[in-house]
């Protein structure tokens, strides 16, 4: 008798699985089908931008060759073009790349607004636009326009947390040396000497920079001193 009634159970079951397949099967197919087709298209879309990334990388470096060695507006120009249509990582290494070329062609403008546009666009990575900063400043510098250079660096020579902390407070030293403010360079370069994380090449530079101050203009050592005992 159970085995009856296993039947009919089992009957009853099967026949339940099937009014709901008929109601709701067209949707669990539709469901898989979905899954099915955004994966493929996700693993396309992976494909395709490893291979885009890949052939900008080849193209970067083919240009980068054609431009080795020659410092002209054309080169930088040349880049500039590739930097158009390039994926974001190479068009700004391309951009900075261009940066310099112009900075050594003696176009210091170009290459400022050039890197002023890496440093205001929101879409590039924060490291790259500190970067640009900091590269920027340094072309202005040595263009001669040292209160420029000061205006782009400033923000970064007071947070501490940024990666480019130690360059920027560099960078505000040689502005005031370049300005003739002997006590202000000392103090700058005496601030990235103290400061625990600055690189070494950028602290050896700082130690050259206080022993020029000290040997050329002992006045503004002996004055950043009182003003240290002072405090």
Do not use: C, H
Not at 28 to 46: D, F, S
């Amino acid at each position: 008798m159970s085995d009856i009634f296993k039947e009919v159970e089992d009957d009853l079951r099967r026949e339940r699985l099937k009014t709901l397949w008929d109601r709701y099967g067209i949707f669990v197919l539709g469901a898989a089908l979905l899954i099915v087709i955004i994966t493929a298209g996700w693993r396309g879309y992976e494909a395709w931008e490893t291979n885009r990334d890949r052939t900008a990388g080849d193209t970067y470096l083919t240009v980068l060759n054609e431009v080795e060695g020659v410092s002209t507006a054309g080169s930088a120009d040349t880049l500039l073009a590739f930097a158009a249509d390039a994926p974001g990582g190479y068009g700004i290494l391309a951009e900075f790349r261009a940066a310099t070329i112009l900075a050594d062609a003696g176009e210091s403008v170009r290459a400022a607004d050039l890197l002023n546009t890496i440093a205001d666009d929101g879409e590039a990575p924060a490291v790259y636009r500190d970067l640009a900063r900091i590269r920027q400043g340094q072309v202005l510098l040595d263009a001669g326009d040292a209160q420029a250079a000061v205006d782009v660096v400033s923000g970064l020579a007071e947070d501490a947390g940024n990666p480019f902390y130690a360059s920027a407070q560099e960078l505000m030293g040689l502005a005031a040396y370049a300005a003739d403010d002997l006590s202000g360079a000392r103090r700058w370069f005496t601030a990235v000497t103290e400061e625990v994380g600055t690189p070494p090449g950028v602290r050896a530079r700082a130690r050259f920079m206080l022993a020029l101050i000290t040997q050329t203009a002992p006045e503004a050592d002996a004055a950043g001193t009182t003003a240290e005992e002072a405090n």
